[in-house]
């Protein structure tokens, strides 16, 4: 009997702790501050494919903007206030969502799922304009 209730704590709790884990690997938020640059905000999660998909994506085409544009990830997995209210402010219910703000934080642009990576050059060049 003790050897079955084992069994089943460990059937049990092992993902849960693993999920706990995974989740824990992307816990950094950074505030999205007013700034006179142009912004990226992704909204992700590491459990997400198509997250996972856009990502290198992102970070390809961000080298060539690295100084023109702040990079902010919001990890959505993470619960806490400052995550939720960048969700509800954004009014975010899919990721990838990614948000271009210009240089007075005016959104310009809304992005749900995945986008190539000419796609993605071409809205920052018109950012950064």
């Given at each position: ?23 824990k690997t992307n816990q ?88 190539d990576e000419k796609t ?10």
């Open positions: 009997m003790n050897k079955n209730i084992v069994i089943l704590l460990f059937v049990f709790i092992l993902p849960l702790f693993a999920y706990f884990m995974l989740s950094g938020s950074v505030s999205v501050a007013n700034t006179n640059r142009p912004q990226l905000i992704k909204f992700t999660s590491n459990m997400c494919g198509e997250c996972k998909r856009v990502e290198p994506v992102v970070n390809n085409v961000m080298e060539k903007y690295q100084d023109t544009i702040q990079y902010i990830v919001i990890p959505v997995q993470v619960d806490n206030r400052y995550n939720q209210e960048m969700i509800a402010k954004y009014r975010v219910t899919l990721v990838p969502t990614i948000i271009l703000r210009d240089k007075n934080q005016k959104v310009v642009k809304r992005i749900e799922g995945y986008v993605l050059d071409n809205y920052l060049k018109g950012l950064c304009k």
